[in-house]
Nanobody
Framework: EVQLVESGGGLVQAGGSLNLSCTASGWTSEDYAIGWFRQTPGKEREGVSCISITDDTIYYADSVKGRFTISSDNAKTTAYLQMNSLKSEDTAVYYC?????????????????????????WGQGTQVTVSS
């Protein structure tokens, strides 16, 4: 069974940085994508940044481009989200999500497909609070 465990959330001042980690276990294939999503009360969960091991693609939401960086370790079992220049509007519960994806039926980059919401597995979430 696939499990995702997040860590690294917390409280930071605006302009500061945080690094989130998502460690995955139970993978049986290297054809997958993993990424970060966030949600605030009353709003839908949105894709922030995703990385695909299948086709080596990366997706960033416009709101975080240039500030956030997603990466994975050499073993491809841990995904990181380095968040710099944090703003109060980045405050949310951040969730790690993943999907087994050997291909995309519409031939889109798989990272984009994952971040659009095609998630099979979720982590438990970690709170990120940015104070202004």
């Amino acid at each position: 069974e696939v499990q995702l465990v997040e860590s690294g959330g917390g409280l930071v001042q605006a302009g500061g940085s945080l690094n989130l980690s998502c460690t995955a276990s139970g993978w049986t294939s290297e054809d997958y994508a993993i990424g970060w999503f966030r949600q605030t009360p009353g709003k839908e969960r949105e894709g922030v940044s995703c990385i695909s091991i299948t086709d080596d693609t990366i997706y960033y939401a416009d709101s975080v481009k240039g500030r956030f960086t997603i990466s994975s370790d050499n073993a491809k079992t841990t995904a990181y989200l380095q968040m710099n220049s944090l703003k109060s509007e980045d405050t949310a519960v951040y969730y790690c999500g993943a999907v087994f994806a050997p291909w995309d039926p519409d031939n889109r980059p798989i990272a984009t497909t994952l971040c659009s919401g095609l998630v099979t597995y979720w982590g438990q979430g970690t709170q990120v609070t940015v104070s202004s």
